[in-house]
C-alpha cells in the first residue's frame, strides 16, 4: 500500500462525522471526491455514522443521498458496516438500510467441526440471480 500512497494511487483520509456532523461530512465528502477525480470510494465504516447521529432517519437519508450521488457520477463504492455479535446471522445494520446498496457481501466467523472459519456470503446482488451459498475463505500471505 505504501507504494500505492506514495504514486498518489491511493488515498486514506479520516473525516469525523461526530465532529462535523453528517451534513458538513456529506459536503466535505463530495469535495474531496471532486477535487482529487475520485473513480472509488470507500467509508470504513459506516457503523460509526450511525452510532453518531440521534435521528435514524436522518442517517439514513444522509447515506442514500451519498450512495445516489456517487452512483450518478459513476464511482465504484463501499460502504462497510461491523456486526458487533462475531457469530450472529448475517446481519447489515440496525437502521435497515440494504435498500441503497445493489450488492450486499457478509462476511462472518462460523463455527464447524469444533473450529472457528471465516465465511463469505452473498445477500444481494441486484439484478441477477446469484449463489446463496456460504463459503469459507481464508486470508494468507499470498
Known amino acids: 500500500m505504501d507504494r500505492y500512497l506514495k504514486d498518489g494511487l491511493l488515498d486514506i483520509r479520516f473525516i469525523s462525522p461526530i465532529e462535523l456532523g453528517v451534513d458538513k461530512h456529506a459536503f466535505k465528502i463530495m469535495d474531496m471526491i471532486e ?4 473513480e472509488r470510494f470507500v467509508i470504513d465504516s459506516i457503523s460509526s455514522f450511525e452510532s453518531s447521529v440521534s ?7 444522509y447515506l442514500w443521498a451519498i450512495a445516489q450521488e456517487l452512483k450518478r457520477r459513476h464511482i465504484t463504492t463501499i460502504f462497510t458496516v461491523l456486526n458487533e ?3 450472529s446471522p448475517l446481519v447489515i445494520t440496525k437502521a435497515q438500510i440494504s435498500f441503497i446498496a445493489d450488492n450486499i457481501i457478509g462476511l462472518r466467523y462460523v463455527e464447524s467441526e469444533s473450529n472457528i472459519k471465516k465465511a463469505l456470503g452473498i445477500l444481494k446482488a ?10 469459507e475463505y481464508e486470508i494468507t500471505p499470498n
Not at 35 to 38: A, I, T
Not at 126 to 135: A, E, F, M, Q, V
Open 35 to 38: 477535487k482529487d477525480r475520485v
Open 55 to 61: 435521528d435514524i432517519q436522518k442517517y439514513k437519508d
Open 85 to 87: 455479535d462475531l457469530f
Open 126 to 135: 441486484r439484478g441477477i440471480n446469484h449463489s446463496r451459498d456460504l463459503r
